[in-house]
């Protein structure tokens, strides 16, 4: 179900004024007409259905006023349930790719529910990506920020998706030790199959990572030196029997087989 992301707050009355962009979204994109019901995701991360109650076609602006009870986004509501992507909070390592598979990379990973994107300097990125990375990272360039929203707003995903700094492999899995306070559950997509598991036997065990890592390399993959060092750090190498994917399918793919295993854990879990 598309939602409509929200800036501010309702005010003290109920409303809540659009104007600018997101009225160009409301309007062009959603299509409203006064008297139209919208569901709109205000910024504690709640679910607030409203109704259009004026557009001020000069000003390009309108009025949205609450309309039935607030649904929180950790109640047990059909919407979240529908939307909510796994019970597990999932994170992307993404190493660096060119800059408009970096934008879809992400597109697709707000759209899938997930929660961080990290953007890695790995071995073989290339440092036009690297350089464009880092800027649209670092909280000056919005365009990450908008793609998210976008994506958001299409897919209805409750899951306040952000993309964290630019950093290097070492800084990344540092991020995750900390993050993970070493009881999440990580795995690295690997091209090679020697030395690999596959995704059922990374997550066969019976333990319930609160937290779930997947790293994707860039055009060039990763090199083994970097498989090396993340062994050390517990992120487990998966190989998938199939064709060799794009970076960027092979982060859509990656998540949605990792999302999938999750959800279907009772199913397919091993029997001794």
């Known amino acids: 179900m598309r939602q409509f992301i ?23 994109v959603l299509r409203v007409e006064p008297g139209d019901m919208i569901d709109v995701r205000l910024p504690d991360g709640s679910m607030q259905q409203m109704t259009v109650a004026k557009i001020n076609q000069t000003e390009k602006s309108l009025m949205l006023q609450c309309a039935g009870k607030r649904s929180d986004e950790k109640s047990d509501t059909a919407l979240d349930k529908k939307n909510a992507p796994v019970p597990q909070e999932i994170w992307l390592f993404q ?36 350089e464009s990375a880092q800027k649209k990272s670092d909280g000056k360039d919005n365009r990450w920020q908008r793609i998210i929203t976008e994506a958001r707003e299409q897919s209805g995903s409750p899951v306040e998706t952000r993309v964290m700094p630019c950093v290097s492999l070492e800084n990344a899995l540092e991020i995750w030790k900390t993050e993970s306070k070493n009881q999440g559950r990580a795995v690295v997509l690997y091209e090679q199959s020697e030395g690999t598991i596959t995704i059922h036997e990374a997550f066969a065990d019976n333990t319930r990572a609160e937290k779930i890592a997947v790293f994707v390399g860039a ?16 992120i487990l190498p998966v190989h998938f029997m199939t064709n060799i994917l794009r970076c960027e399918t092979a982060a859509l793919y990656g998540l949605a087989v990792v999302q999938n295993t ?7 879990q091993f029997r001794e």
């Open 6 to 28: 929200a800036d501010s707050g309702l005010d003290s009355s109920g409303c809540l004024e659009v104007s600018g962009k997101k009225y160009r979204h409301i309007v062009q």
């Open 95 to 130: 190493f660096v790719a060119k800059p408009p598979k970096m934008d879809l990379i992400i597109r697709q990973a707000t759209e899938c529910g997930v929660s961080a994107v990290v953007p890695v300097v790995g071995e073989f990125c290339q440092s036009g990506p690297v």
């Open 219 to 234: 055009e060039g993959g990763i090199s083994p030196n970097e498989i090396a060092v993340m062994k050390k750090y517990g």
């Open 262 to 268: 999750l959800r279907e854990k009772e199913l397919w």
